[in-house]
């Protein structure tokens, strides 16, 4: 493996890092007043800021989400319901500064350069590599054989080094097979640690001294080591000015150094936050609002945690029908899937509040930190909402065009049967494309007669607010001057 040059033959360079660094601290621009954050509606904010409960509803979050779903699950004892205020619940913070890692901006080239000399990396970039779809810059081979250096095209500026891999000869002795009366044992011989691996003390130095070549400054950073006879590892977290958070950061590093003290891989990010603000902040009643949206589905209903469980085999059960949101879902009764595991249902009394920040990407790839209310509940579990009122924090609901597909050609009448609502679907479209726009009646009388519904979701170049409730076959159209132009998608 390739280790970094020394430092002295890095002088030349120290130069351009100054020149050439983003900002590594948070004495940025003057706060921009607040924006309108939107986010995607199916992005799973909600569902991303449960990682904070507590392990059992934790477990049954993992459980029911996603698209695989163990027909074997094991339900949690218990899930929440609900959440009300304690009597002793303080007053809400008041915190109104929110931060904004801007998209669109790309690490100069020099400074990338600069960096990959650091690293002893070969400086010349990358343009052929698989992974040069999702980075800015790229230097070095992308399968191991040398030491690489990567810088994402997000907004918080990541960047990944590897020392390469492919020529790595760390290797295990197999275990041996021997035969005794009672049948054959394995006499596998214990792995001996590496040599050379940094203690703690040289690993924090060392990482510091990188970083301090890397141009990026540390002066604040919180630096967490841990070291064995295998592996040193070093972390830094740059904390936001003036601001007491558990888990947000203006900025991130990371080093690891495995045998013979070689720096085997490092990452970090250099985008720095920008303060945006102030923003106006929910009341209580809102903020419980938003913990039952976010927290008690699908964990809270015991009926949500049934139909989200796939059954093996069928059932003599007869199906009943039970609601999740807008959208009723038929499926088993819960307590044929679930039996003697049914949860017990909670509801989390609130007992104390902190102020947080709460992590999303808008539509547009900015990354923002928005200001939070971090609840603690008498479960022990913390519960993170958003504190930006709903006129600063809009879900958009994106609306798909569905490609326009041929129709089919008709079977012979001796073969002819009722169309599904897809292959119905697909000759409404087939329509409007070969006969071009026509009026609403007309267009609503050929829907009619395929055994479709119209809904226009669009109208002369706005788009129209809509319930969220799915039908296939419901067709979701673009009107322009009195005229059905598109069909948009179907549900």
Not at 161 to 183: L, M, Y
Not at 264 to 272: K, T
Not at 332 to 352: N, R, S, W, Y
Not at 358 to 379: I, Q, S
Request: aromatic share 8%; glycine share 8%; net charge negative.
């Amino acid at each position: 493996m390739k280790r970094l040059a020394h430092p002295a033959a890095l002088a030349l360079v120290a130069a351009l890092l100054v020149s050439a660094c983003v900002a590594d601290d948070t004495d940025g621009p003057p706060m921009a007043a607040p924006e309108v954050i939107r986010i995607s509606a199916d992005s799973g904010q909600a569902a991303s800021m449960a990682a904070d409960a507590p392990a059992a509803e934790q477990a049954a979050i993992e459980s029911v989400s996603g698209d695989e779903m163990a027909s074997s699950m094991i339900a949690p004892w218990a899930v929440i319901v609900g959440f009300e205020a304690g009597d002793g619940l303080s007053a809400l913070p008041t915190a109104t500064t929110g931060w904004v890692h801007r998209a669109g901006r790309e690490i100069p080239l020099e400074r990338a350069i600069a960096m990959a000399e650091v690293f002893g990396v070969d400086p010349t970039p990358r343009t052929d590599r698989e992974d040069a779809e999702w980075t800015s810059h790229a230097f070095g081979p992308d399968d191991g054989t040398g030491p690489s250096l990567v810088f994402g095209v997000g907004a918080e500026l990541d960047w990944w080094f590897s020392a390469g891999w492919a020529d790595d000869d760390r290797s295990v002795e197999p275990c041996r097979e021997i035969s005794t009366d009672d049948g054959i044992v394995y006499d596998c011989p214990e792995p001996e640690p590496p040599v050379g691996v940094p203690s703690a003390e040289e690993a924090r130095a060392r990482a510091l001294e990188l970083w301090e070549r890397l141009g990026i400054d540390v002066d604040d950073a919180n630096v967490e080591v841990w070291a064995d006879d295998w592996y040193a590892s070093v972390s830094a977290s740059i904390p936001i000015e003036g601001v007491d958070s558990d888990w947000v950061t203006a900025g991130w590093l990371s080093v690891g150094f495995g045998g013979d003290g070689v720096l085997e891989y490092a990452s970090g990010n250099l985008s720095r936050p920008e303060p945006a603000g102030p923003y106006p902040l929910i009341d209580l009643a809102a903020a419980l609002d938003r913990l039952q949206r976010y927290y008690t589905w699908p964990t809270g209903p015991m009926e949500a945690i049934a139909e989200s469980v796939a059954i093996d085999e069928p059932s003599v059960s007869e199906p009943v029908s039970e609601p999740i949101g807008d959208q009723p879902i038929d499926t088993l009764a819960p307590e044929e899937v679930l039996g003697e595991f049914e949860p017990d249902p909670i509801t989390v009394t609130l007992t104390d509040v902190r102020a947080e920040l709460w992590w999303t990407m808008d539509v547009e790839g900015n990354v923002w930190l928005v200001p939070a209310y971090a609840f603690t509940g008498d479960d022990g579990g913390t519960y993170t909402v958003p504190a930006v009122t709903e006129e600063y924090l809009v879900e958009e609901i994106p609306v798909a065009i569905d490609p326009i597909i041929d129709p089919a050609p008709e079977p012979a009448p001796e073969q002819e049967s009722e169309p599904s609502p897809d292959e119905r679907a697909e000759r409404l479209v087939a329509s409007i494309e070969q006969d071009g726009p026509m009026t609403e009646d007309e267009f609503a009388e050929l829907a009619d007669a395929l055994g479709l519904t119209v809904r226009v979701v669009r109208l002369d170049g706005e788009d129209l607010a809509i319930t969220m409730d799915f039908s296939p076959t419901r067709a979701n159209v673009e009107v322009a001057n009195g005229l059905v132009v598109a069909v948009l998608n179907f549900g």
